[in-house]
């Protein structure tokens, strides 16, 4: 079922991964009406002589110059110098909800483009079409003026795109899909390109992502506690009250109640290892970053982040910074500071659950004949290598700043790369997810107690009806995939 998505309603993070597959978007009469009423206002403000940055003038450090006076000759002038992108393409799912979050903005009316621009981008997201955007180039200053740039171009038939998933010729792509290459004047081109609109769709992308992975280890987590015979003391209502921090006392919540019923085995130490001991704490701590980056998320899908702006019943053309996105960049890095930690506690707990010294005596590596067969022993080595790939990059983008466009963009804040980085990095995380869920499925086969807890014996059901037990030795990397799809099936 196609998702339906009206421009007069909010735009929520959840429609972003839905953009992906072909949607039906929306633009009633209050929507039209206001496009309308902001185009003809910047047709009035050029009659009357007035300074409108793109429209009148050049480019970033060169608007003291004028611009080309032929409309659409101007929006050559804009698109065609931002075509110096590089690097892979963005992933055709980040694309095209950057798309949908730029018709978004536009069709706010503030900022004066042609009503033809908001059906073309419609109709664009009611195919399979996604332009080819190049990886490197943005700043996160001025908006994401290189890939929007080459999304623009790819709108017009040039550069390439992406239809059912196959790169081609964006000329092709559009004849194939049944769309018009769409014409720009100079305006119409600089609002296309002049937002943040790429940072926010891959930062939103990389939180719901993120957001169902920490779901999901709530329950690993839970169930690797079972699994052990864990005294869950460490998750009392009364001990954490006094920890004071809300996401805390949420997340414990959460693993209680997945945990109800469970029976402890009366044989583990008085007191775990923090890696069990301290999750509440650990995953409370992300619950509450990750509130704060929903709230980041929120308000960068409700902006409007285009220069000028246009105030039609002020009669006045604002010009200023909103397209600098500082929120983002900041969340972003934010972001990956949660990935890294909630790697860092899912990769100890499966190094905990394959030591036969820690994990309750069951063999090394779970191995069902530990020398003739070796069970996790490759993919604790595959979770290793993950972890330290996300820590190495970790580095914060925000704080990055180098001064540009002849010192126009003396200050940037590169949260674009912090986004796109912290997409790569829950891809990753996944999949340390998936090798934990993979090794608790193990850990029954080779001689763990069955879950005591109803739910957390339903987990392990669901892992142990897909993945068959190792024993003997096979290659794991489809299994953990097939685990990790599992284990956050569940996630809200």
Not at 294 to 320: I, K, T
Not at 356 to 385: C, D, E, I, K
Not at 410 to 432: F, H
Request: with cysteine.
């Amino acid at each position: 079922m196609t998702t339906q998505i009206d421009l007069g309603a909010p735009l929520t993070a959840d429609l972003l991964a839905t953009a992906a597959a072909p949607v039906t978007v929306t633009a009633g009469p209050e929507v039209r009406d206001r496009v309308a009423a902001s185009r003809e206002f910047l047709s009035k403000a050029l009659g009357d002589d007035r300074a409108v940055y793109g429209a009148t003038t050049g480019f970033g450090a060169l608007v003291g110059y004028a611009g080309r006076a032929d409309l659409a000759d101007q929006a050559d002038n804009t698109l065609a110098h931002l075509g110096a992108g590089q690097g892979p393409d963005l992933p055709p799912a980040v694309a095209r909800a950057a798309m949908l979050i730029r018709v978004w903005s536009l069709a706010q009316g503030a900022s004066g483009v042609s009503p033809h621009v908001i059906d073309a981008l419609i109709a664009m997201l009611g195919t399979t079409f996604a332009p080819a955007m190049p990886r490197y180039g943005s700043v996160g200053a001025s908006g994401d003026l290189i890939p929007l740039g080459a999304a623009a171009q790819a709108l017009r038939g040039r550069g390439h795109a992406y239809l059912n998933g196959e790169r081609k010729p964006a000329a092709e792509a559009l004849a194939d899909a049944g769309l018009t290459p769409l014409p720009l004047d100079g305006r119409d081109a600089l609002a296309l390109v002049n937002g943040t609109s790429v940072t926010t769709a891959a930062l939103g992308l990389a939180l719901i992502e993120v957001r169902k992975i920490h779901h999901a280890l709530q329950h690993l987590t839970a169930l690797l506690t079972d699994l052990l015979g864990c005294d869950p003391q460490f998750l009392d209502a009364r001990l954490i009250a006094r920890y004071n921090h809300p996401g805390a006392a949420h997340v414990a919540g959460q693993m209680r109640e997945f945990l109800r019923g469970v029976e402890p085995s009366g044989t583990r130490p008085l007191q775990e290892p923090y890696s069990i001991r301290c999750t509440p704490q650990l995953l409370g701590a992300a619950e509450d970053a990750l509130r704060h980056i929903d709230a980041v998320v929120a308000a960068d899908l409700g902006a409007v982040s285009d220069n000028p702006l246009f105030f039609p019943g002020d009669d006045a053309v604002l010009h200023g910074g909103n397209f600098f996105g500082q929120p983002a960049a900041f969340a972003a890095d934010l972001l990956t500071m949660v990935i890294a930690q909630l790697g860092n506690l899912a990769e100890r707990q499966l190094d905990l659950l394959v030591d036969p010294h820690r994990n309750t005596g069951l063999p090394p590596m779970l191995a069902a004949g530990p020398g003739r067969q070796h069970g996790l022993q490759g993919v604790q080595l595959a979770s290793t290598a993950l972890i330290t790939e996300i820590r190495r990059d970790a580095l914060p983008a925000s704080m990055q700043s180098v001064p540009t466009n002849l010192h126009n963009q003396d200050v940037v804040p590169l949260g674009t790369q912090g986004a796109l980085r912290a997409l790569d990095q829950a891809g990753l995380l996944r999949l340390i997810a998936g090798s934990l869920a993979l090794g608790l499925r193990q850990a029954v086969h080779a001689g763990a107690r069955r879950p005591t807890a109803p739910a957390c014996a339903a987990l392990h059901d669901r892992l142990a009806e897909a993945i068959p037990p190792i024993d003997p030795d096979r290659p794991l990397e489809a299994d953990v995939r097939t685990a990790a799809e599992i284990s956050l099936r569940d996630a809200p």
